[in-house]
């Protein structure tokens, strides 16, 4: 892993390799989705079953309520207790965020407001191949369920047939029962179309790998999506103090997601950036995925000494990170300096995975940079907002003849007719 300083000549250039990652991804993926979109759409299930056989070995696609129940009486009953913990604050945490519609009376009678309402029905992407998240059903179901959405359906990738049984279980405590085993971009076709047996939905959420990614991306506009979100990220900002084997263990949090993560520790003392680095190489022997976590260091992953705090947030907010870690001894003082990051953890008894799994705030956040202007999932991810508008006649002629006059100035004579003529 590189230990850099921004003294050093080529330190730009080096910054910026880093923030480059996904760049290069191939057209072909792109054209390779599609055509897999393009055949779910115009074939419907028999397209379906035959991709899902393809990648996944198997063409029973739908999950029996019964196989919910069975998973679910064989799980760990201490893992259910923290599933349980998990979902009650997760929804706590987002009943806050709930909005109600409004309605107010203006001088002349009128009245304005807004309707809040819940979309109707929602697709969920769960990942189900390489790794198994039963807290990403959670997070992307419990929002959506706050807001008060009537059918949620999830989408698993299942190899030869078999989905895990914590997603399941996940599913279980969300009540969710419709459940697809079918996955990549197949599933988010059929969600964005509809089949004679997977439901078109209003909206998918979820992450995926590259072709779901893209898939939700070609999909856009004719469904709605939470957001493109790439490789997963964490930047550490760091005064010196604190246990340095802590700092590494929350950068290999996220170097075992994949080859592409990120993890950046920039910090204003060099001592602790090359104890930092110790306790990398250290742990790393002790992890299962530790050819994903040393791939990813080595060609995404950095220390940076930097000469002060000022100029590592300046950094920071440069890179606009998914997670950023205020690993300092005064973080509350640091916090107004910060303008852009997906989630924010506070001290060094705060590390990225209690957002991940327990703390409440969703871990569905932007990735790349698009922190900059996007937010994390939300309940407000679940709604619409219908603007409602009741002039009474007084009103009218009071406010008509403005727009007459702001509607000529556009040359929209028919607009202008439309007020005048009731003047």
């Not at 008060?148 to 359906?153: A, R, S």
């Not at 893209?214 to 957001?227: E, H, N």
């Not at 001290?347 to 996007?374: K, M, Q, S």
Request: proline letters at 5%; one cysteine or more.
């Amino acid at each position: 892993m590189k230990i850099l300083t921004t003294k050093d000549t080529g330190f730009q250039a080096a910054f910026a390799q880093i923030r480059s990652r996904g760049a290069d991804q191939s057209a072909d993926v792109e054209a390779k989705v599609r055509d897999i979109i393009g055949k779910v759409r115009s074939h419907g299930d028999e397209a379906l079953l035959e991709l899902t056989e393809k990648f996944d070995g198997h063409k029973k696609i739908t999950v029996h309520p019964d196989a919910i129940g069975e998973a679910v009486a064989n799980i760990d009953q201490q893992l259910m207790s923290s599933l349980k913990l998990a979902r009650q604050r997760i929804e706590d945490f987002h009943r806050k965020q709930l909005q109600n519609s409004w309605f107010a009376t203006g001088s002349s009678g009128e009245i304005l407001g807004q309707i809040v309402r819940p979309l109707e029905r929602v697709g969920l992407y769960v990942p189900g191949g390489k790794a198994v998240y039963p807290s990403s059903v959670l997070m992307n179901a419990l929002p959506a369920i706050v807001a008060g959405v009537q059918e949620l359906i999830i989408v698993s990738p299942a190899p030869r047939g078999d989905i895990n049984p914590l997603i399941l279980a996940a599913a279980q405590l969300c009540g969710i029962s419709k459940i697809f085993k079918i996955g990549g971009a197949q599933a988010i076709a059929a969600l964005a179309y509809g089949t004679q047996t997977v439901p078109r939905v209003d909206k998918i959420v979820g992450p995926g790998n590259i072709y779901v990614a893209t898939a939700k991306k070609l999909v856009y506009g004719d469904v709605d999506i939470d957001m493109i979100a790439g490789p997963s990220e964490i930047l550490i900002i760091s005064d010196g103090t604190g246990n340095p084997a802590w700092a590494a263990a929350d950068m290999l949090s996220q170097a075992e997601h994949d080859e592409l993560a990120s993890s950046i520790l920039i910090t204003t003392d060099a001592s602790f950036a090359a104890q930092v680095s110790e306790q990398v190489r250290a742990q790393l022997k002790q992890l299962p995925k530790k050819h994903i976590a040393e791939k990813s260091l080595a060609q995404y992953g950095a220390l940076i000494v930097t000469g002060n705090l000022a100029e590592a947030v300046r950094l920071a907010n440069e890179v606009a990170p998914e997670h950023l870690e205020l690993f300092v001894d005064r973080p509350w003082d640091l916090l107004p300096q910060i303008k852009h990051a997906g989630a924010i953890f506070m001290g060094h008894h705060t590390p990225e995975p209690v957002g991940d799994y327990i703390a409440g705030p969703n871990h569905v956040l932007p990735t790349g940079g698009t922190a900059r202007f996007y937010s994390p999932l939300s309940v407000d991810d679940f709604i619409k907002k219908t603007s409602l508008i009741s002039f009474t006649r007084l009103a009218l002629d009071r406010l008509g003849p403005d727009v007459v006059r702001l509607a000529e100035a556009e040359e929209l004579d028919a607009h202008a007719r439309s007020v005048g003529i009731r003047l």
